[in-house]
């Protein structure tokens, strides 16, 4: 069965550093997420992606963060400047499409820990 | 305000019990609703979903919701636990006219042999 990966599983760095975060998303998705869980918080919505553009973002996404398609194959996420606060589990996601009753396949997460 | 309430942050049941995990939502419109399950190490895994017709939605694993709108309730059920369903559940919605899910709290589940 087809499923979403994440790359790493588990990333520490230093604050003020700059994090890459990899997804590869089901082949013929074409709607792409980012969420995060911060240790012992919900899991909360950053930003969906469709057509090289970004659809929708919350306020946690600022311009710290970026997302790119960069290829036919990944997705990823940038934080430019990583703050102690931006550590959590990042999880993935992809739709085949971007309507509201469609299911959003979720990648393992990568843990991030900023020291 | 927009939310999803997982009145139960933790449940212990022992294999072979019943079990149903409380999700209630406030929204202005009936929102799209679903049941995810987190295992230790695993992404999310969709269990059900529901988005019109039949209140009764039966999801994999032996999983089953159904949608009261009058208490704005979704919550979930399984008529006899295993040990292997021990992890986290998620409910979440879609807002009308949006794909971003909004989730709750979580539950997080418990099996004794």
């Known amino acids: ?115 | 305000a927009q939310s999803v309430t997982q009145p139960d942050i933790h449940i212990t049941v022992s294999e072979g019990a019943s079990l149903e995990l409380r999700c209630n939502y406030s929204y202005g419109a009936t929102p799209y609703l679903f049941w995810y399950v987190q295992s230790p190490g695993q992404g999310l895994q969709l269990l059900l979903k529901y988005f019109s017709g039949d209140t009764l939605v039966q999801g994999i694993k032996g999983f089953e919701a159904e949608f009261k709108r009058s208490q704005s309730s979704f919550n979930l059920r399984k008529p006899s636990v295993h040990w292997s369903d021990a992890a986290e559940y998620f409910c979440a919605v879609v807002p009308y006219n949006t794909d971003k899910l909004i989730f709750g709290t979580g539950t997080r589940l418990q099996v004794f042999p």
């Not at chain 1, 990899?22 to 899991?43: A, D, E, M, T």
């Not at chain 1, 919505?45 to 306020?59: C, D, G, P, R, T």
């Not at chain 1, 996601?93 to 396949?105: D, I, K, V």
Request: charged letters at 20%.
């Open chain 1, 1 to 115: 069965e087809p499923e979403v990966t994440q790359t790493p599983s588990h990333q520490v760095t230093q604050m003020g550093q700059e994090v890459i975060l990899r997804c590869v998303p089901i082949s013929n998705h074409l709607y792409f997420y980012w969420y995060r869980q911060i240790l012992g918080q919900k899991v909360e919505f950053l930003v969906s992606f469709y057509n090289n553009e970004i659809s929708e973002k919350s306020e946690i996404f600022d311009d710290q963060f970026s997302v790119e398609r960069p290829d036919g194959s990944n997705f990823t996420l940038k934080i430019r400047s990583t703050k102690l606060e931006d550590s959590a589990m990042y999880f993935c996601a992809s739709s085949e499409q971007g309507q509201s009753q469609e299911t959003q396949y979720f990648g393992p997460g990568t843990r991030l820990l900023v020291l």
